[in-house]
């Protein structure tokens, strides 16, 4: 996990946040390979918003599970139809406990492989 922190300025004698620049928690998942080395080639991203923070520990605080969905842009040589969806689900458990699940979906089906559909650089 990586805080990405917000760029701030004074405004009137008031501390505002930059637009564009709010900040955002970045998630990373390195699978591994078959010979138990990490893929790093293989690194899923998902950057949630301060907004989607919130959400989260809200949500998680009520022992409510959350789901959240990143349209990933094309590459070159596919269309938006093709690139499936990363899907971020935190499911809650007990004792503040929480399990990540990372998939891509296609058309609402899991298991979809990013470089199958044309964007090996998918993060």
Do not use: Y
């Amino acid at each position: 996990m990586k805080a990405m922190m917000p760029a701030f300025r004074l405004k009137s004698n008031f501390l505002t946040i930059e637009p564009g620049k709010r900040g955002r928690i970045l998630l990373e998942w390195i699978p591994r390979s078959a010979d138990g080395r990490h893929a790093f080639d293989n690194t899923i991203r998902f950057a949630l918003s301060v907004e989607e923070c919130g959400l989260v520990l809200d949500q998680l605080g009520k022992n409510n599970n959350v789901l959240l969905t990143c349209r990933v842009p094309p590459s070159e040589e596919s269309s938006m139809e093709d690139v499936p969806d990363k899907v971020l689900q935190i499911i809650a458990g007990q004792g503040g406990m929480a399990n990540f699940k990372v998939d891509f979906e296609l058309g609402g089906v899991g298991g979809q492989s990013a470089a199958a559909h044309g964007n090996p650089n998918i993060v």
